[in-house]
């Protein structure tokens, strides 16, 4: 039974910031890499960052670099997606993702529910 748990998405206005959790049971986070992604509508869902078992060198895509961060708290089994200067061009609902460790980003092992944001201008 592994549970991804997703929480703090919302409303917030135009340059507001959110941050995003998501809170893991079932699995170690420290034997996985770990992501976001987002999915808009109309659109393809699009991977948005990522951060390998290290805490170390995370990475997020360019249209986000700059203003989003991804990290993790191996003790507490958690992810967060620290989101700032939002844009409505953000407004999507964001997942989390689980990967076992080289397996890429194509098909993750496990997803949360996804939890919607939403930019207002």
């Known amino acids: 039974q592994v549970r991804l748990v997703e929480s703090g998405g919302g409303l917030v206005q135009t340059g507001g910031s959110l941050r995003l959790s998501c809170a893991v049971s079932?699995?170690?986070?420290?034997?996985?890499?770990m992501g976001w992604f987002r999915q808009a509508p109309g659109k393809e869902r699009e991977y948005v960052g990522s951060?390998?078992?290290?805490?170390?060198?995370?990475h997020t895509i360019d249209s986000v670099k700059g203003r989003f961060t991804v990290s993790r708290d191996n003790a507490k089994n958690t992810v967060y997606l620290q989101m700032n200067s939002l844009e409505p061009e953000d407004t999507a609902v964001y997942y989390c993702?689980?990967?076992?460790?080289?397996?890429?980003?194509?098909?993750?092992?496990?997803w949360g529910q996804g939890t919607q944001v939403t930019v207002s201008s």
């Open positions: 951060i390998g078992r290290s805490e170390l060198y995370p």
């Open positions: 079932g699995l170690p986070i420290s034997a996985y890499s």
């Open positions: 993702a689980a990967a076992r460790i080289g397996s890429g980003w194509s098909s993750p092992s496990y």
